[in-house]
């Protein structure tokens, strides 16, 4: 047990899926793990371990932003003994070439600051992903159809961004999407030698302001969910 996650030793899984929302982890478990068992309401993030194709894994909810993100990969890993996480969350589409549905795969991930900018100092770290849970993805994703893009991410630290310039260089320099874990997952990932990836699904577009009507929500989420478990255990 720690501060944020009240799960007994053992009740968490090596491998962890990490959606924002504690209701999405809530979904995911009950939809595609056998045997789901709640294993954490500590401040109402919902965790639940189960098992998927015999492979024993966890989802759990990792709250809004790269500080919350933070907290909960340092406990996962530190902790109960975490080594491979995996983010599955919705992303803004920066490019006309990525749609609204498709899937993006974070090969790295830039950001103005996370909590993790301190260690550093003068240091520009570059975070990246796992490149065998990368490629793992990449063939899960080919395997099953779905249209999906690899590359350069942006974790934001602001919602409600005014940056239209910050915005409009990131996109110049071929940033596919923008979210808000990524770059401090990746790099706590990297500090304590776990295996790290984002999986996003394009919810909205920055380029086009189309957004995913909420009907749709649930199969591009479920595909999500499916290639990151495919990653993870293939």
């Known amino acids: 047990m720690t501060f944020h996650i009240g799960a007994k030793p053992g009740e968490i899984a090596e491998t962890v899926l990490l959606p924002g929302d504690p209701y999405r982890a809530k979904w995911a478990a009950e939809t595609f ?41 340092n406990e996962l890993i530190r902790d109960y003994g975490a080594k491979t996480l995996i983010r599955i969350g919705s992303a803004g589409a920066m490019q006309a070439a990525v749609k609204v549905r498709d899937l993006v795969i974070a090969m790295t991930s830039s950001t103005v600051s996370s909590p993790s900018r301190s260690f550093f100092k003068e240091m520009q770290f570059a975070p990246c992903a796992d490149y065998g849970l990368m490629e793992k993805a990449v063939a899960a994703a080919r395997a099953k159809g779905v249209r999906f893009h690899v590359g350069g991410i942006h974790s934001s630290d602001v919602f409600y961004d005014e940056r239209q310039d910050l915005t409009d260089m990131l996109a110049r320099h071929g ?26 699904t394009i919810s909205d577009h920055l380029v086009t302001q189309e957004s995913l009507p909420a009907e749709d929500r649930e199969r591009s989420f479920g595909d999500m969910v499916e290639i990151a478990l495919e990653a993870a255990f293939s």
Do not use: D, Q
């Open 33 to 73: 793990l056998e045997g789901a068992v709640c294993i954490n309401k500590v401040r109402g993030m919902l965790g639940f371990t189960g098992t998927w194709n015999g492979h024993r894994a966890t989802i759990h909810g990792s709250g809004m932003g790269m500080p919350s993100l933070s907290i909960y990969a």
């Open 175 to 200: 940033v596919l999407a923008v979210e808000m874990e990524a770059a401090e997952l990746y790099t706590v990932a990297a500090r304590h030698g776990a295996r790290a990836l984002a999986v996003l």
